[in-house]
């Protein structure tokens, strides 16, 4: 199992609106100097309300799609 | 000049195949053009007046719904087009809005020059029949599945085409999907955890592993 995937976060396309930070249900994003970020990772969720809600399309919770019983 | 277009245009797709003069041709007329994130390239419903061939950078497609929402259709990037369809209509109207997300570089070819090039030119002619082809295919594939299958029922057959077993060549986001099955996000996520609470398939962080290959050839019946 590789590590623990998080949102991805595309600076170039964000204007830093604030929208993600405000309204992640587990209050994961911070606001840094240079755009938002995911400050407490254990806290994110993949729910990908963050993916939906920004307007600039900056956000993307992508998934693999896979054949298994590998583990948990 | 002309050489280092021609160079740009062989990355855009449409154009891959196409022989040296072919593509000097088409970089005699190639404009290129930049802008800034959030510059309106086309706009929907005015006279179309050129195609459009993203060298760098990311647009963003989109239509306003009669409340005044955005409906983001698609988004591009570098070696894609837009704005080839309406171009081959008589009087053709710009089909959607495009806004540039990044610094975009790109090259129009006007409708006039692209008329001209493609008589002079059999294999840019066969090089946009081909597009225009596969883009039909898609579609009447997605017209009998939307006439004939459940959103269950395309979203088993997307997970059975689309399941892996060793490398991951794509990852998916629940948007792409949708957009894939012609249905919105929320289908997707509701049907989702239905195949997920009927054991089809179970939800890993950033995985959507497959289970039970009967029970989705069984969905995808449907
Ligand atoms: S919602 Fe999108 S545009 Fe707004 S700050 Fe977050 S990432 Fe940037
Ligand atoms: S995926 Fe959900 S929990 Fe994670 S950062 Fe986005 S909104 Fe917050």
């Given amino acids: 199992m590789e590590g623990w995937a998080l949102p991805e976060i595309n600076l170039q396309q964000c204007n830093q609106c604030g929208a993600c930070v405000e309204q992640c249900p587990t209050g994961a994003v911070e606001m840094g100097p240079e755009g938002p970020f995911i400050a407490r990772p254990s806290d994110c969720t993949y729910c990908a309300l963050c993916e939906t809600l920004c307007p600039q399309g900056a956000i993307t919770c992508p998934y693999e799609i896979v054949w298994g019983t590998d583990g948990p | ?222």
């Avoid at chain 2, 008589?119 to 066969?126: D, F, H, K, R, V």
């Avoid at chain 2, 049907?191 to 497959?210: K, S, Y």
Wanted: some cysteine.
């Fill in chain 2, 1 to 222: 000049m002309v050489e280092s277009t021609v160079q740009a245009l062989r990355r855009i797709s449409l154009f891959a195949d196409l022989s040296d003069d072919a593509l000097i041709r088409i970089a005699r007329v190639a404009r290129s053009q930049t802008y800034v994130p959030g510059e309106v390239i086309t706009i929907r419903g005015e006279p179309c007046r050129a195609a459009y061939f993203i060298a760098e950078g990311q647009v963003r497609v989109y239509r306003l719904s009669p409340g005044g929402r955005e409906q983001v259709l698609v988004q591009l990037g570098p070696g894609q087009a837009f704005n080839m369809v309406p171009l081959f209509k008589p009087h053709g109207a710009n089909h959607a809005t495009v806004e540039a997300l990044t610094p975009v570089t790109l090259y129009a070819i006007t409708c006039k020059d692209l008329h001209r090039l493609v008589g002079e030119c059999p294999e840019l002619a066969l090089a946009l029949l081909r597009d225009f082809a596969s883009r039909l295919d898609h579609l009447t594939n997605l017209v009998e599945d939307l006439s004939l299958r459940t959103v269950r029922g395309r979203l088993a057959r997307f997970l059975l085409e689309h399941g892996e077993t060793n490398a991951i060549t794509r990852r998916w986001t629940q948007e792409e999907i949708a957009a894939h099955l012609g249905t919105v996000r929320d289908m997707v996520g509701r049907t989702l955890r239905a195949f997920a609470d009927a054991g089809l398939v179970r939800m890993d962080r950033q995985r959507i592993v497959l289970l039970d290959r009967e029970g989705l050839e069984a969905e995808a019946q449907r």
